[in-house]
């Protein structure tokens, strides 16, 4: 039997959590031999069309040893790279095309792709940066109605999907994965220790995360100001709109001297072995990468009951959950954390079994193969 062939149209400048699924995706479906898979990636040029394109995420498919084209773009939402679509996917052969963003489900359908292929799209929530973002997600309310497949993160997005036109029937819930990872050597956590300037006794608290509204970083700050515990301190990993409000409230709050933005990292393991937990603050997520990977770096977790968190990680079992906007609950469950070694212990442990279990790479490939042969099957 043929590899059913797969096009998937991606926009990505760095790896970030979308883009290494599919990058996972890709390298287990190359490793089974039945699925073969294919990228293409937006790469906005000077008008010229000259030079080879800098992006972190063609770099990593490179890397991978993943086949990829780019898709060359005078600017958004340029009516030229239609063209290049229907090329790349005729010179592809491809059996099922599919869409991982607004953008690309946008240009699939008015491009009219979807009535020659079959067309799978991919949606990973939307985030709240600026009003062109917020403007762009409502593309999808026209887009994906025309897709044969939907496939979402959690259940809270597929209620939100059905709402919106699109038909139960065609949605799916399909849950993020991980690979497991080795623990960093202890000497990269104290060399980072020492570039963090931290004291010896310093116990650490850690958030990872986009700086913008939904992530809620501002929250986190209110808790930790109101716990008044000097030997804290609060590390922020990434980057955003909001890094100058953040910054602007923890002067404000009094723990700047506590707080430390440590910016954008490709590596953040060392970070969660660091930490004595993690935090996740967030008042909207999917199926978010980043508490997959604080369950398998085994760091306990405390997180907002929001979106597809608790189908990811189950309260007073792999996690202690908390309302949204609620600073004093969150700082609550920190407490209790800080104050117990046994919970900490509990937590980390259910919850690094509970990622190998549920969130392998090798159970993501089995329920999305099942939905690309689905889609072959339809008329």
């Given amino acids: 039997m043929k590899p059913i062939r797969v096009l998937k149209f991606m926009e990505a400048a760095s790896v970030t959590g979308p883009a290494a699924a599919v990058i996972r995706?890709?390298?287990?479906?190359?490793?089974?031999?039945?699925?073969?898979?294919?990228?293409?990636?937006?790469?906005?040029?000077?008008?010229?069309?000259?030079?080879?394109?800098?992006?972190?995420?063609?770099?990593?498919?490179?890397?991978?040893?993943?086949e990829f084209d780019v898709i060359r773009e005078k600017g958004r939402f340029d009516p030229g790279v239609i063209g290049q679509m229907r090329e790349i996917a005729n010179r592809r052969n491809a059996d099922i095309i599919a869409s991982h963003a607004t953008k690309s489900h946008f240009l699939i359908r008015s491009s009219g792709l979807h009535r020659r292929y079959r067309w799978i799209a991919f949606h990973h929530g939307y985030t709240s940066?600026?009003?062109?973002?917020?403007?762009?997600?409502?593309?999808?309310?026209?887009?994906?109605?025309?897709?044969r497949?939907?496939?979402?993160?959690?259940?809270?997005?597929?209620?939100?999907?059905?709402?919106?036109?699109?038909?139960?029937?065609?949605?799916?819930?399909?849950?993020?994965?991980?690979?497991?990872?080795?623990?960093?050597?202890?000497?990269?956590?104290?060399?980072?220790?020492?570039?963090?300037?931290?004291?010896?006794?310093?116990?650490?608290?850690?958030?990872?995360?986009?700086?913008?509204?939904?992530?809620?970083q501002v929250d986190l700050l209110r808790a930790f100001a109101g716990m008044k515990t000097p030997d804290l301190r609060l590390v922020f990993v990434g980057d955003g709109i909001d890094r100058g409000k953040l910054e602007t409230a923890a002067a404000t709050l009094g723990i700047a001297g506590q707080t430390i933005f440590a910016g954008q990292q490709r590596n953040v393991w060392p970070f969660l072995n660091l930490a004595e937990m993690f935090v996740?603050?967030?008042?909207?997520?999917?199926?978010?990468?980043?508490?997959?990977e604080a369950m398998m770096a085994q760091t306990p977790i405390v997180a907002t009951a929001?979106?597809?968190?608790?189908?990811t990680v189950e309260h007073e079992s792999s996690a202690l959950l908390v309302p949204s906007r609620n600073p004093e609950k969150l700082a609550e469950a920190m407490r209790r954390l800080l104050d117990s070694p046994e919970l900490r212990a509990r937590l980390a442990a259910n919850a690094f079994a509970r990622v190998k279990e549920v969130f392998s790479p090798r159970a993501y490939y089995e329920r999305l193969h099942k939905i690309l042969d689905g889609v072959l099957a339809d008329p």
């Fill in 25 to 66: 995706f890709c390298k287990y479906a190359h490793a089974a031999g039945d699925v073969h898979v294919t990228v293409a990636g937006f790469h906005r040029s000077d008008g010229t069309g000259a030079g080879a394109p800098q992006n972190g995420f063609f770099d990593a498919l490179a890397a991978a040893g993943i």
């Fill in 129 to 147: 940066e600026d009003l062109k973002v917020r403007l762009y997600a409502q593309l999808d309310r026209w887009s994906l109605p025309a897709a």
């Fill in 149 to 216: 497949r939907v496939i979402t993160v959690c259940d809270p997005f597929a209620k939100m999907l059905a709402a919106r036109r699109v038909s139960p029937n065609r949605i799916h819930v399909l849950r993020n994965s991980i690979e497991p990872v080795s623990p960093p050597d202890p000497e990269e956590i104290r060399e980072l220790s020492r570039n963090l300037a931290l004291p010896e006794d310093a116990r650490v608290i850690l958030s990872i995360g986009r700086f913008s509204t939904e992530k809620a």
């Fill in 280 to 292: 996740l603050p967030s008042l909207s997520e999917g199926s978010p990468i980043v508490l997959l």
């Fill in 306 to 311: 929001v979106g597809g968190v608790p189908e």
